[in-house]
């Protein structure tokens, strides 16, 4: 098994070093790469299609499901293109992941798309996945496929933060008051942007990717492991850093089984 870890505009926060180190620390026979950028090495051509591509992903309204024949405009193509070179940053806009997950597809080598290339992708890109059941967009913190991507972005965004905030949150937008008070006022309890806690936590969503390779199955039922599908900041932080233990004994097996 191989790991290759891509650098698609994560935050500044996330050492990729640290990711690398832990990797290997966990599975010492396993390969691991760093590529950075999965675009940086495109001819000047192949740039302006993606950016056209990945364009072409962009959520207009969260109730409307993209067409995959949507056409985007020239001045949003032109800021795909920056921000593949890194002139600009992503922040803000909401991408359909999936398609956003396959236009990542085509950059990795032929040779290379197996389960026995974890290829994984970090952006500081928001995107979200269309919920048939109440037909809307909702955001996402990873998408595991061929290649997986995780959102900085999305850990932040993603799992819903404690409901007292959202309920302060109403009465402070109808004050005219600053949220960056409220912020203070539950510190440490989610992930928030420049957290120096986001490497940690990315951490566990790196072994749901090797683990989607391994086994199909990023994801478990026990709220204490790592693996664990958090839908609310608090699941999320408990699961990733305040657990006595990484990996229930259910994956702890199976990771020493694979990896043996």
Not at 55 to 79: D, F
Not at 110 to 116: D, I
Not at 164 to 178: A, P, S, T, W
Request: glycine share 6%; with cysteine.
């Amino acid at each position: 098994m191989r790991i290759i870890l891509y650098d698609e505009g994560a935050a500044q926060e996330l050492s990729i070093e640290e990711i690398t180190k832990y990797l290997a620390q966990k599975m010492e026979k396993v390969k691991i790469e760093v590529r950075g950028n999965p675009f940086v090495k495109l001819p000047q051509d192949k740039i302006s299609d993606y950016a056209r591509k990945i364009a072409s992903t962009k959520i207009q309204e969260v109730r409307q499901k993209i067409l995959p024949e949507q056409e985007p405009l020239y001045g949003e193509i032109g800021y795909e293109k920056r921000r593949i070179l890194g002139k600009t940053s992503a922040f803000g806009i909401l991408y359909d992941g999936l398609h956003l997950q396959r236009v990542f597809q085509e950059t990795i080598p032929r040779g290379e798309y197996s389960l026995e290339c974890a290829h994984i992708i970090f952006t500081n890109r928001l995107f979200a996945t269309w919920d048939e059941s109440n037909q809307r967009y909702h955001v996402r913190t990873s998408i595991y496929s061929i290649p997986s991507v995780i959102s900085t972005t999305g850990i932040v965004e993603g799992p819903a933060k404690p409901r007292e905030y959202y309920l302060l949150k109403q009465q402070y937008e109808r004050l005219g008051m600053e949220l960056t008070e409220l912020n203070d006022k539950f510190k440490g309890s989610f992930i928030d942007y420049e957290d120096r806690r986001l490497t940690e936590v990315i951490k566990g969503y790196v072994m749901q990717a090797v683990f989607y390779s391994l086994t199909g199955d990023p994801f478990c039922q026990d709220k204490g492991c790592r693996l664990y599908n958090a839908h609310w900041q608090e699941e999320l932080i408990f699961a990733q850093l305040e657990s006595g233990y990484e990996f229930c004994q259910r994956h702890t097996k199976i990771l020493k089984k694979e990896l043996s």
